[in-house]
T-cell receptor, first 108, second 114 residues
Framework: TQLLEQSPQFLSIQEGENLTVYCNSS?????LQWYRQEPGEGPVLLVT?????EVKKLKRLTFQFGDARKDSSLHITAAQPGDTGLYLC????????FGSGTKLNVKP | DSGVTQTPKHLITATGQRVTLRCSPR?????VYWYQQSLDQGLQFLIQYYNGEERAKGNILERFSAQQFPDLHSELNLSSLELGDSALYFC?????????????FGPGTRLTVT
């Protein structure tokens, strides 16, 4: 059983579409991170959110931490093929717990 | 490039054998973390070392052990290997000792047990 549930597990969209990935838990985390991982490589940190309700933007990516610090979302605007990869959320509660990931494929 | 290096990149070995994975953290980072990533379990935290001392333990099996040396590089030893130990093993490093610090991952070692 995963402490962090990510949805959807798989997402295949056309270039230019918008998408949202969700990361949910029944536990409260003191911080939450989003990573992007490409095949054969290690996860790369995208953002850390620490305050309930916090919103951070990174170019076309918008990250939100839920008010109760139990959930988070990642929204990508006008997706590009270069956004293809595995997106992982990780919540910190005494240690890091990782979600199972969302595999995103953006078709040109 | 995260600045974290791991060797070897690939490792193929037989059941019952023992292997050692090596990790060098980013310059200036004192903490090293080990993770296992498999298809069915996702990314699982194994163990953390800070400046040579064990700091936190996760889902690490008794057949696995790790250490961090005075030059801060770390080794993960896996013994009595089983087919289920086949996975990607990642090392990450951070500047501080608290697990909440941002971590930078290495490229991983792919272990295949046959």
């Amino acid at each position: 059983t995963q402490l962090l549930e990510q949805s959807p597990q798989f997402l295949s969209i056309q270039e230019g579409e918008n998408l949202t990935v969700y990361c949910n838990s029944s536990s409260v985390f003191s911080s939450l991170q989003w990573y992007r991982q490409e095949p054969g490589e290690g996860p790369v940190l995208l953002v850390t959110v620490v305050t309930g309700g916090e919103v951070k933007k990174l170019k076309r990516l918008t990250f939100q931490f839920g008010d109760a610090r139990k959930d988070s979302s990642l929204h990508i605007t006008a997706a590009q093929p270069g956004d293809t990869g595995l997106y992982l959320c990780a919540g910190f509660y005494n240690k890091f717990y990782f979600g199972s990931g969302t595999k995103l494929n953006v078709k040109p | 490039d995260s600045g974290v290096t791991q060797t070897p990149k690939h490792l193929i070995t037989a059941t019952g054998q023992r292997v050692t994975l090596r990790c060098s953290p980013r310059s200036g980072d004192l903490s090293v973390y080990w993770y296992q990533q498999s298809l069915d379990q996702g990314l699982q935290f194994l163990i953390q070392y800070y400046n040579g001392e064990e700091r936190a333990k996760g889902n690490i099996l008794e057949r696995f052990s790790a250490q961090q040396f005075p030059d801060l590089h770390s080794e993960l030893n896996l013994s009595s290997l089983e087919l289920g130990d086949s996975a990607l093993y990642f090392c990450a490093s951070s500047v501080g000792s608290r697990l909440s610090y941002e971590q930078y991952f290495g490229p991983g070692t792919r272990l295949t047990v046959t």
